[in-house]
């Protein structure tokens, strides 16, 4: 229960960071509780923290506290005296006081701003474009993050954690199963990658996984590695290397049709 209000008292913060206050009269909005100056809450300034408040100062609203004789309590508390000197500056009028999206386009609530404004935000990454990239399909999105992310459960990220009976790379069976190995030393994907070399008439080609994740067209290839080794693990079914060859062939051709400003040439 303490959980889910905690919650719900968070979203009322992150709604209400969505919402610009306008005032009008100054009589609809809340002095303590309304987040119109600097958007911030003064009963939650830290300068208010230990002041013991009238119950009937609380309800007060922003013309109350200018035009009223509840302002004594402000002019003792440095903070207090800022705020007062602020509101001798407004000039209210004849309008209601009004809340308006600060996420609006063309006078229209807009998702894309409101999220923009409330999502939080961590360091960026090179691979962002190549992952999260429209040119690709949804189910080998999630596949490159965790690879990325070096989450994928590979045979040495799981004896870390719980003890299996052979750690061996599924497709080759010789060295232990890595990252590193399973997507650039396996002669398995070598092989792939050497179709794919001819294929697309490359000139080079890096032989090291820290170079190979670099290349964009890691995109639709290193998820057919990886489900191929998935099939091996949880169906026993085990394909060759023409089977994940024209697995990426028909996925890579259903793809680029879906280009729409590329004309038919170049896509061949």
């Not at 209000?5 to 206050?21: A, E, G, N």
């Not at 035009?67 to 207090?80: A, F, H, K, S, V």
């Not at 999206?101 to 409330?118: G, T, Y």
Request: with cysteine; proline share 2%.
């Amino acid at each position: 229960m303490v959980w889910s209000l905690k919650k719900i008292l968070k979203l009322k913060d992150i709604v209400i960071s969505l919402f610009d206050i306008q005032l009008g009269n100054g009589r609809g909005i809340l002095f303590w509780y309304d987040p119109w100056f600097e958007n911030l809450h003064i009963v939650l300034k830290a300068e208010f923290g230990g002041v013991r408040i009238r119950r009937d100062f609380l309800n007060s609203s922003v013309r109350d506290i200018r035009d009223g004789d509840y302002n004594t309590l402000l002019r003792g508390i440095l903070e207090g005296v800022r705020i007062l000197s602020f509101m001798q500056t407004i000039h209210f009028n004849d309008n209601i006081d009004s809340w308006v999206w600060k996420v609006e386009r063309d006078v229209k609530f807009n998702s894309n701003l409101a999220w923009e404004s409330i999502r939080e935000r961590g360091n960026d990454v090179g691979w962002t474009h190549v992952v999260w990239s429209s040119n690709i399909i949804p189910r080998q999105q999630f596949v490159l993050w965790l690879l990325f992310r070096k989450r994928l459960s590979t045979r040495d990220r799981l004896k870390r954690f719980m003890d299996i009976p052979d750690s061996k790379c599924l497709l080759c069976g010789d060295n232990e199963e890595t990252m590193d190995h399973l997507f650039s030393g396996c002669p398995f994907t070598l092989e792939l990658w050497r179709r794919i070399i001819k294929a697309m008439e490359l000139a080079f080609f890096p032989s090291d996984w820290i170079d190979i994740k670099e290349m964009a067209i890691l995109k639709v290839k290193v998820y057919h590695i990886w489900m191929e080794r998935n099939s091996r693990v949880f169906t026993r079914v085990r394909g060759g290397v023409d089977d994940v060859w024209n697995n990426i062939k028909f996925d890579c051709n259903s793809l680029v049709r879906t280009w729409r400003r590329i004309s038919k040439n170049e896509q061949n």
